[in-house]
């Protein structure tokens, strides 16, 4: 090699190196924005509206000491109309969305079954979920429920704040082994932890700086390659630096195994680690009971400038009793029709439209009968939640749950869904 191509190929290194360094930098800036906004909104409108149902979540408590629980109860009906660019649920896992480890997750149900693990999710049906977290900082942290999907992500759902208060040096997180050991896994190993970090950085220093003092890596890399053949690129490499990095390999398989065998004699008795599905109770059959409020979804409109939902939907009452509609609950924001709705809801604001559906014919649904109506989702949030971008989707489809309020009270909560066209001049209703 000549000594422009030297300056050549140094050249090419120091832009891939930069280039890297932006790359990282850049993830970071994604990253810490994603986690202020906690990534609900960054997802695209059919992640959010067609996959995980939230709907009744319930924050115990506003405020908590640390080492106090509180949890996160709710239900989740998971969409007919589950995207096939997204993984079936078949392995799925439901966690917290929280801002770093402030919380415990110490206990998960879902139907009452205890889910450490993962499990398989079944699209159609509507699951109860209890998450049981132990106040660790002290703050006001947002918590949402998450269910993680493989090959779907994490998918969001509603989020609170729930106050931490006390002091984070009086936070323990004791467990009681199968064998009867108490340990607080807040500082359980640490010290372990810290010394075999640091064994390993040391090894791994002394290592690169053994390497480092005979020239640098680039120049001893460009000698290599300009090196005519194999044999006198390898004559850099001395009898004493192999007898070296042997004893470095030889060193390092002597201590992970005196230290495999110092602990397996300390703890005799050890678990592997447990995977594998976890197979999940029916839940309540009420739950999951065929719905006598059929709905017909015939067609929907996005209309742009109006920031609303139109659907025209055919519905025939098979109860007892005349039944409303009451409020239309969609990637966890819920538009809910005051005229029925007239309670105040507790619901965190930022997803909330507490005047934002309205029925083209508000007169109940009398049993036996069969009408055709147009429900409206209006609100500004269509936008700050960034849902307007449902008409970029590649199926331009919408999906939410419909909750119908009977006159004594019966609620029942119906999902809706199909194709959503978008239309850009302000026409008004569809036609019927
Ligand atoms: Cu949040």
Known sequence: MKGHEYRRAGRSALLSISVAVVMGLAFTVIAITSAWAHGEKA?????????????????????????????????????????????????????????GAVFVR???FL?????????????????????????????????????????????SG?????????????????VTTLDGKTFDLETFGLTGIYSWHFLWMAIAAVWVAYWFRRGGF???????????????????ISPLDEKIALGFLGGTLLIVM??????EAALPRALPLQSGLITIAPGDPAMNAPENVLVKYERAIYDVPGRRLVVNLQIT?????????????????????????????????YLLAPEGLSVSDEKPIAPGETRKLSIIAQDALWDTQRLADI????????????VFLGQNGTRHVIEIGGPAVPNYTNIGLLKL
């Open 106 to 108: 110490k206990e998960v």
């Open 258 to 263: 005196v230290a495999f065998t110092r602990t």
């Open 43 to 99: 997802q695209m409108p059919f992640l959010r509206m067609r996959s995980v149902q939230w709907y009744d979540i319930v924050w115990s408590k506003a405020e908590v000491k640390v080492g106090e629980t509180v949890e996160i109860t709710g239900k989740f009906h998971l969409s007919e109309f589950w995207p096939d660019s997204i993984g079936y649920p078949k392995e799925s896992f439901l966690n917290i969305g929280q801002p």
């Open 391 to 402: 008409y970029y989707g590649t199926d331009s489809s919408m999906a939410g749950l419909l």
């Open 218 to 236: 680039i120049s001893r890399c460009l000698r290599v390659a300009g090196s005519p053949d194999v044999q006198s690129a390898d004559k850099m």
């Open 111 to 155: 139907n009452g079954t205890f889910v450490p693990r993962a499990f398989t999710l079944e699209p159609g049906k509507t699951y109860e979920f209890k998450i049981v977290l132990l106040a660790r900082r002290p703050g006001d942290w947002h918590v949402h429920p998450v269910m993680n999907i493989r090959n779907g992500g994490p998918l």
């Open 158 to 174: 509603p989020g609170e704040y729930i106050k931490v208060t006390g002091d984070y040096a009086d936070f323990t997180n004791t």
């Open 317 to 349: 009452n098979n109860s007892n009793e005349p039944v409303q509609i009451g409020e239309l609950n969609t990637a966890s924001v819920r538009f809910l029709n005051p005229k029925v709705m007239k309670d105040a809801v507790k619901y965190p604001d």
